[in-house]
């Protein structure tokens, strides 16, 4: 079974709304996630990187007060994209790295957003 | 700076056929990971295989096969006998020891024709 879930899957909003993605590890600690961005047809563009109880580091051309990430706790980090604009659709993947019985890299199952 | 660069974009066969997706890497550091990843359209990613710079050792699981060559920077997939399901897209992607977020290629999309 999937050993980190994202949810939601699939959102479809109006223009000017947050919208919140959650990413949790299933059995493992995760002290690394890692946002992706997908765009149809493209490959996966890293966007941030959070590791828990600190800020997330996010890459150039990103917009940190656009996509604010949450890393509280081991096994959970959110992606909330805010005031979201046609322009922010795309595909949004998370990744979760940890530790146990030697390093887990997994990846969420991705959360497609329409923003209208 | 990594790089990672899967030069064919699209690649159609007829089932049964062997087809091999191209992929070449740029790091300047000595220790880092290769990843096979397949997204059906679906858009789950699949993780197919994790190679370390220091194993050169060729894999074959199943219909599968992967082979690692650093002389040339490249880590080249292999599907024998090609299915209808095999149908998707193929990332191939990179991870250094300093930089654990995975640099992804462009993805080649196969098309497995009946």
């Known amino acids: 079974g999937a050993v980190v879930s994202q949810h939601p899957s699939r959102v479809i909003c109006k223009s000017g709304t947050s919208v919140k993605i959650e990413c949790r590890s299933l059995?493992?600690?995760?002290?690394?996630m890692f946002w992706y961005r997908q765009f149809p047809k493209q490959s996966l563009m890293l966007m941030a990187t959070?590791?828990?109880?600190?800020?997330?580091t996010y890459e150039q051309g990103v917009e940190k007060d656009k996509f604010l990430i949450n890393h509280a706790s081991l096994t959970l980090s959110t992606l909330t994209v805010t005031s979201a604009h046609p322009e922010d659709s795309s595909f949004y993947i998370c990744?979760?790295?940890?530790w146990g019985g030697g390093e887990k890299l997994f990846f969420g199952s991705g959360t497609q957003l329409s923003v209208l | 700076a990594q790089k990672v660069t899967q030069a064919q974009t699209e690649i159609s066969v007829v089932e049964k056929e062997d087809v091999t997706l191209d992929c070449v890497y740029e790091t300047r550091d000595t220790t880092y990971y290769l990843f096979w990843y397949k997204q059906p359209p679906s858009g789950e990613l699949v993780f197919l295989i994790r190679r370390n710079s220091f194993d050169e050792q060729n894999e074959i699981s199943g219909r599968y096969s992967w082979n690692f060559q650093k002389s040339t920077s490249s880590f080249n997939f292999t599907i024998t006998a090609s299915q209808v399901v095999d149908s998707a897209v193929y990332f191939c992607a990179l991870s250094v020891t300093g930089r654990r977020a995975l640099t992804f290629g462009s993805g080649t999309r196969l098309q497995v024709q009946p």
């Open positions: 059995d493992f600690q995760a002290t690394t």
């Open positions: 959070s590791n828990e109880g600190s800020k997330a």
């Open positions: 990744s979760a790295r940890g």
